[in-house]
């Protein structure tokens, strides 16, 4: 499926993307900026764009996009020229070197790092860093010196994670100036909802497992994966779960790409390994397959989490475990792309049966709150039954602050049991409650004797609390004693007697040092009132 020119037109958050780059450059405060977009946002065609819309500006002067990888060089070349055909777009790498009269230059950084290569380019007005968080690299950071980084000169910086393990972006890039969740994404209808699923490897020991610049060391990885026979786990897994899907699977190494193929192919799943040392018409020729259908499933050393475009790709197999958030984000983005009859995308999460380390996992794809409380749930699912549950839990307790000022401002003696239940002692037996009613905020009204049990008024419907607890206190007067009810009665303030001590005793109810009568009976009321209320529960479940 190739892009038409019509989906060149920058999307809502594209355009919000390039209306936050001209307007920090406009406030002159920053001028190296980083916009963080996931996988399959289109900062190709943000960026592109923005060339479009800055050029007329710039005085005759040029643009220039830095990348680190051929596919995405050609690929932004390609966008440019889509959005701007009218554009002369030059590829400065290796042999090419078409810069003279080029309106936008797409360079190697490998090639800028060249001093001669770098110095036949000028007349450069803004610079393009694709996948910038590559940027705090010594090559990075002596080509952008040369163009004028630290001089004033606009800097552009796109990525789908603004994380580095080496460090130092924080020294590159001034300001994120625009940042998009892959939640928002999915929500939106630009990417597909996602779903995990973890594939346990019983013999694969994460924890002998060293870390390195704060994620798992690639080689003793590789080895522990391979020393657990890994593979074939993978493989049938991948055949149960994923076994009619296109699908790339990340190794920390090359042999356990090559491994993970072998098994995959085994299992009678077509498969076949890449690599970034990989001869380019050998990698090139395998992807072909891949794009033919010949080959269902791509193993790869790292090589697919940067500038892979296969929208049909819809499941990841991370078989290079990480504690790294954003290089999880880059590997599971490959499957999220929409495509025609493609209903979701799955990850396979690769991982011994116990680890000390902290994965990243599914969860890690959005900045929100989410708890999987089901394998089974898409990402969405999982966050919108997260902020339901929160939700309840913020309504729950705006209802519980409001019963709190309204009970503890009045003056007739209400008690809550520990289940959250409000009541009046109306005597030894006799109890007013509300209940409250799980549909919306409002309250039905009870009484409870020993002769009629529990029973509602005749009219009985849920009020709200306000107006039940004022209909429930003038009952509790009617039916009980002024003094028992009152909250201000003055034997509340008395000693607590011998009697009502030694009953504490009895029913097990601790009572703190120095309580009064009236604390005491309210002890007393709450203890009585919830074992009744337990009493019947247990009789109307059995």
């Known amino acids: 499926m190739s892009d038409t020119p019509e989906t060149f037109t920058p999307r809502p958050y594209q355009a919000d993307a390039i209306k936050a780059l001209i307007s920090g450059w406009a406030a002159g405060v920053h001028n190296r900026l980083a916009v963080v977009l996931p996988t399959g946002a289109g900062k190709t065609v943000v960026f592109s ?7 007329p500006q710039m005085n005759g002067a040029r643009a220039l996009v830095i990348a680190h990888r051929e596919e995405l060089i050609e690929q932004a070349a390609a966008k440019i020229h889509a959005v701007r055909p009218d554009l002369r777009v030059g590829v400065v790498k290796a042999e090419r070197d078409e810069h003279q009269d080029a309106d936008v230059i797409v360079a190697s950084i490998q090639t800028l790092a060249v001093e001669r290569r770098r110095k036949a380019i ?5 610079v393009i860093v694709d996948e910038c968080h590559h940027a705090a690299a010594p090559s990075y950071m002596t080509v952008l010196e040369h163009f004028g980084a630290w001089r004033g000169l606009p800097v552009a910086g796109f990525t789908a994670t603004m994380t580095r393990t080496d460090g130092g972006l924080a020294d590159v890039w001034q300001d994120v100036v625009f940042t998009l969740d892959i939640l928002e994404m999915i929500e939106d209808g ?4 996602v779903r995990g699923k973890r594939v346990i490897v019983d013999g694969l020991d994460l924890d002998s497992v060293r870390t390195r610049a704060g994620d798992l060391q690639d080689g003793q990885l590789g080895q522990a994966l391979e020393d657990s026979d890994a593979g074939p786990v993978v493989a049938r897994a991948y ?3 994923a076994g009619d899907r296109a699908g790339v699977v990340f190794t920390p190494t090359v042999s356990t790409a090559q491994a993970m193929a072998d098994a995959f192919t085994a299992t009678g799943i077509p498969a076949a390994a890449i690599w970034g040392d990989m001869p380019r018409d050998d990698r090139a020729a395998t992807l072909d397959r891949y794009r033919a259908g010949d080959v269902q499933v791509l193993t790869n050393c790292m090589v697919l989490t940067e500038g892979f475009d296969a929208p049909w790709t819809s499941c990841a197999v991370i078989a290079r475990p990480t504690k790294s958030a ?18 979701d995308a799955l990850i396979l999460d690769v991982m011994g049966a116990s680890t000390r380390h ?7 794809l959005t900045g929100r709150e989410v708890v999987m409380s089901d394998e089974d749930q898409t990402l969405r699912e999982a966050v919108r039954e997260t902020e339901e ?5 913020l309504d729950l307790s705006r209802i519980q602050v409001e019963e709190i000022d309204l009970f503890h401002g009045s003056a007739v003696r209400w008690l809550k049991t520990a289940s959250g239940i409000w009541f009046i002692p109306a005597g030894d037996d006799a109890y007013f409650f509300l209940l409250r009613n799980p549909v919306n905020r409002t309250y039905w009204l009870r009484r409870y004797d020993t002769v009629n049990g529990i029973v509602g008024p005749r009219r009985d419907v849920p009020l709200p609390l306000a107006e039940a607890k004022t209909w429930l206190e003038q009952q509790a007067r009617a039916a009980g004693s002024r003094w028992l009810a009152a909250r201000s009665a003055p034997w509340r303030l008395k000693p607590a007697s011998v009697k009502q001590l030694k ?3 009895l029913k097990g109810i601790h009572v703190p040092p120095g309580s009064t009568a009236g604390e005491v009976s309210d002890l007393q009321a709450v203890h009585q009132f919830t074992a009744i209320l337990t009493r019947l529960s247990a009789r109307a479940a059995a």
Request: glycine share 8%.
């Open 326 to 343: 954003g290089l999880y984000c880059q590997m599971a983005g490959r499957a999220l792309r929409l495509w025609k009859g493609k209903r």
């Open 239 to 241: 055949q149960e779960h």
């Open 122 to 126: 000028e007349n450069i007005g803004v």
């Open 503 to 505: 009953f504490c005793r």
């Open 358 to 364: 902290k994965l990243a996992s599914i969860v890690d």
């Open 49 to 55: 764009n923005l060339i479009d819309e800055l050029l």
């Open 190 to 193: 630009y990417l597909c909802d």
């Open 389 to 393: 549950k929160a939700q309840r839990r």
